[in-house]
């Protein structure tokens, strides 16, 4: 669910006359070794559902997958929109999606947020299954999916794929109820939990997630190279 290359391609990109376009980071939280959310987020959370009467966070509804689908295809479409390098997904792409991680889903790291009925958030979390796909060759059949789901169970990394919260709701502290729900959630599978791709840009939710405790470990870097001659 995320590459690793090694130090020198950094070297061999600027060589080819390849620049810097943007960093992306990845922040890790690892119960098992210690990380405890600050304790006064545990405050947040309460003031905020006192407020907010009507915020409900569930898990993923694995019999209304479709329903879901369209949800997070819609916050997507709608809060990602402004960031650098979105494209717009397609419904279909998104049902699909779904449909092709059930075999994986962790309820526990799923959370649609939804107020009076209404979806204006979610959470995607999903274990690390790189270890298992390696083991398995990339082949889940004939034997390939036998291994992964009995493996399966014992994941404790897991990533955070994707968050997004409607502009309606940016900005309240939503995005944080959700990361401490998922903390709550996994806390006694002791996980080491991994916020992946964040633009170095987005101030807010960095922000956010040093805030709740997270280091950040990794720095990708995306390049590019202009294909018009200057000559």
Known sequence: MAPWNPEYYHEFFLSANYSKVKDLYVYEADMDKGYVLPERYENFANEFHKRYHG??????????????????????????????????????VMEDMLRKLKLIVDPDAVLVAEYQGNAVGFCLGFPDINGIIKEINGRLLPFGWAVLLKKLKNITDYRLFGLAVHPDWQSRGLDALMYIQLYRNLLNKKVRMEANYILEDNFRIKNALEKLGMNRIITYRIYEKSLISTI
């Not at 509804?61 to 494209?87: F, P, R």
């Open 55 to 92: 915020m409900n966070l569930r898990s993923l509804d694995m019999k209304n997958i479709k329903q879901d689908a369209y949800s997070i295809w819609e916050i997507s479409n709608t809060a990602l929109s402004a960031n650098w390098g979105y494209v717009p997904l397609d419904l279909d």
